[in-house]
């Protein structure tokens, strides 16, 4: 157990090591963070001049924003990786290994996530409290900071799904926009589900996104432990889901697997 | 020693208009040659840019008007952004690539082609994904209803000039490779930054950051100029809209030639196309 959990371990602290040397996309990603909350900073106090009716204060309307932007920005879109391996044909020196594809692929993700998230989450802490002038109770930041990476681990696995998907269609690219955009509209990136009409609202807790986005950022607006809880219970629950169809899915492209070439 | 010169094939506006359209003619037949991958490439990028659009339309749903703009303003803005940036991709796709094939020593394939390299660049691909946003674009547009047949010429016009200045920036971002090595992913992260500028109206943004965005990060010419232009077309609007978008041109193409006077070979063997 202990030889099987060191393989991944080896996985992650390799893809960690290089995401450290690769200074310049964090730096980017760090960059148009920034940017992304000066926008919705103004466009938030934009809408309250213009007399929007918000059940919170625009100074928490941002902080929500940095924390569902958090989320999104640190979570390794891993269906690129995976596409470019299927369409090169490496895959099929990967598959002999004496480990779970999907899996190494998975631990390879979080060693990037882990090199991304805490300098993206302080950058999302420091830019809102510039942006608003207030920070929430230090409690709540630390409940919301491990649940929000649990919901980018969450948003990685979602990914590789969408990745798998390259065994059948070559380029994912397409799929993978109009996902992003659900997972925007239905996970609530840009504002509370809340303020959607009600077929958004209506349609979306039967989706993962929720779970991954406006939840663990609606802990900074409406502070309650009930919430945290049932929120762990709903990432244990997308979670075991969402590695059974990863699972499924690998299984199926595994066997339909053409490689061209040699 | 004297450098050897370059022969280049120097036939006038109309001859680079014609290679130009050879080369999107030849594109677009191997786009097509995977009819369903390029229907699904155009299809899925309609539906991505009307589920974005979800937002905005919740957002006005609930407000009149956000610092004086509404949401037929934001529809012509979306609107004019993803048809310019639609036609970026689908002529001249080749933008996006241009950072790799400096760093990677790949322009020499290129350089030995009596055409200017430039245009042979950013033309040797295409993103069939564009006509998906040319197609959305034109219908935002046209959802608006602020737009009468009398001001598609302006239509024309803005889309244009806004996809000049979008490819005139991509080809700046993209050619900075000449001087910093790898730097495709920052590259690609500024060109991103432009569309989600472009994208929002132009009240929200002040001071020093506004300046920013008619200079360093044109966004202004990629949306706000042109979507003005659009609902209120003015013979001075169209000037100032040509005449940024001659300038950044001129820019972009002055950083590239520069550049590429600095480029040394990859001294590797490839193909392209």
Known sequence: MTGRA???????????????????????????????????????????????????????????????????????PMHFDIQEAVRRGDIVCQLGRPVSWVGAVFAEGLG?????????FATACLCAAIFTGWVPPLRVLMVVAPLGIAACALVMALWIGIGLLAFWLGDVGPVSWVWQKLMFVFGGLLMPIDLYPAFVRGIAPFTPFPTVLSRPASLLLHENGGEAAALVLSLAGWGTVTAVTLAFLFRRAAAALTVNGG | MEPLERPVV?????????????????????SLAQRAAFAMQVLFMIVNNMVFFIFWWALMNRVDTIRGWRIGDIQVLFGIVAASVGLAGAVTGGV???????????????????????????????QPSGLGDVISGVAFILWSGQVSWREWPAVALAVSGSAVVFVACGVAFFSLAFWLGPIESVARQLWDLLITFSLYPEPLFGGLL???????????????????????????????LVLASAVYLALAIGIFNRGLRRYTSGSRFGTFG
């Open chain 2, 10 to 30: 120097n036939d006038g506006y109309t001859g680079h208009l014609r290679f130009a359209a050879a080369l999107f003619a030849t594109n677009l037949k191997a």
């Open chain 2, 210 to 240: 506004r300046f920013a965005l008619f200079t360093i990060l044109p966004a202004g010419f990629v949306g706000y100029v042109p979507a003005d232009l659009v609902r209120d077309p003015t013979l001075g609007r169209a000037s100032e």
């Open chain 1, 6 to 76: 060191g393989k991944y371990t080896a996985f992650l602290r390799i893809s960690f090591a290089q995401a450290r040397r690769a200074r310049g996309e964090l730096y980017g990603r760090v960059v148009f963070f920034v940017v992304i909350l000066g926008v919705f900073s103004s466009l938030w106090t934009a809408v309250a001049e213009a007399g929007m009716p918000l059940a919170v204060e625009p100074r928490a309307m941002v902080w929500y924003l940095a924390i569902t932007e958090w989320i999104v920005l640190s979570a390794p």
């Open chain 2, 96 to 126: 996006r690539h241009l950072g790799r094939l400096i760093d990677n020593g790949e322009l020499d394939t290129l350089l030995t082609q009596p055409r200017p390299v430039l245009p042979y660049a950013v033309g040797l691909r295409m």
């Open chain 1, 112 to 120: 990037l996530l882990i090199a991304r998230a805490p300098l993206l």
